[in-house]
């Protein structure tokens, strides 16, 4: 059976799905996006990644088509279509369809289009050994914090991961850690957990926010801070985290083990914290 999407008030099968050529995501790559996972079919923290998707609409000045009520009942119809219990939710909306001109097209209605897959989440064996990360100069503009679907720097800083069969690249702007081509990244020096700021050099993640929460509610101590690359290269562990990597530990940085070459304590009691809420919690409605 064929894939059901949601576009523009219509759910509809995949390969019915047209965008017209004129549309300013494809022109322009103008718009935003928005992942949200699903847990026994309740989509995790619906209000926050909405408000994070609104956040994005207003700073790019796209008028938000639905309110979260809306939001909420096409979501739950999508799951709904799909047949697995877990699946990462896909929402895609363009400044819509205008002849090409930089300047905001007016009277135009944006493009929403949604599609819900199957949640993939790490492998037993990438969680047990870690995995491989490499460092790259943070080339992308200054307002990190905006999902925008023009991803190109985050598709070439990634690729350079891959294509030396590492699975991340964590980006450094003047020295500093931002975060990772398509996650955030965490470290624990001496004990604590060392995590970037909310500011415009990075995405606020989702499981950013989980997982300083779950460190404060386990007294786990914890320095938000700008954090200069010498100290991140010699921290105890590494990690990275999103909502379908959940937390996962590096253990091999740009060809150095990081720490002892396996996942660390602290990533071992995160992760099995992590692991204990999504059971106990995300599996349930949240909101
Ligand atoms: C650049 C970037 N940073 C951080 C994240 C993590 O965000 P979340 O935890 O909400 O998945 C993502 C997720 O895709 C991302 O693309």
Known sequence: MSQIVYLNGKFLPIEEAHVPVLDRGFIFGDGIYELIPVYSRFPFRLREHLKRMGNSLAAIRIENP????????????????????????????????????????????????????????PPALQVKQGVMAISANDIRWDSCDIKAISLLPNILLRQMALDEDAIETVLFRDGILTEGAASNIFAVEDGVILAPPKDHHMLPGITYDIVLELAEANHMPIEIGKFAESRIRAADELWITSSTKEVLAITTFDGKSVGDGKPGPIFEEMYQLYQDYKDLVMRHRTD
């Open 66 to 121: 639905y309110t979260d009520d809306e939001w909420e009942n096409l979501l739950r119809e999508l799951i709904e279509k799909h047949p697995a219990e877990d699946q990462s939710l896909y929402i895609h909306i363009t400044r819509g369809v205008a002849p090409r001109d930089h300047a905001f097209p007016k009277g135009v209605k944006p493009t929403v289009f949604m599609m819900s897959n199957a949640l993939l989440t």
